[in-house]
């Protein structure tokens, strides 16, 4: 069993959340030139509508279950018989 601090706790949930928001970043991305639409001075390969604040909160989310799951795992004795 494992004693998490404020400190430890965060800087894994920072850990968790970053690599959870590079694994939603590219969800649903739609480039320039398959929407039809490129900007004049940009690649047609540039996101057309990034929608990065609905991702922010589905990385959240998703990193906050995760969390969960690695604080329960680290604070109890399941880890121990392995």
Same mark, same amino acid.
């Given at each position: &069993? /494992? @004693?998490?601090? #404020? *400190? #430890?706790?965060?800087? /894994?949930?920072? &850990?968790?959340?970053?690599?959870?928001?590079? *694994?939603?970043?590219? #969800?649903?991305? =739609? *480039?320039?030139? $398959?929407?039809?639409?490129? $900007?004049?001075?940009?690649?047609? !390969?540039?996101?057309?509508?990034?929608?990065?604040?609905?991702?922010? %909160? +589905? *990385?959240?989310? +998703? !990193? !906050? =279950? %995760?969390?969960?799951? =690695?604080?329960?795992?680290?604070? !109890? @004795? /399941?880890? =121990?018989?392995?």
């Amino acid at each position: &069993m /494992i @004693d998490i601090g #404020f *400190t #430890f706790g965060v800087a /894994i949930y920072g &850990m968790i959340w970053f690599v959870t928001l590079f *694994t939603v970043l590219p #969800f649903g991305v =739609v *480039t320039q030139d $398959e929407a039809g639409d490129v $900007e004049p001075g940009s690649p047609g !390969s540039a996101p057309a509508n990034v929608r990065i604040g609905r991702k922010l %909160l +589905i *990385t959240t989310f +998703i !990193s !906050s =279950v %995760l969390f969960i799951i =690695v604080y329960w795992l680290l604070t !109890s @004795d /399941i880890l =121990v018989g392995i």
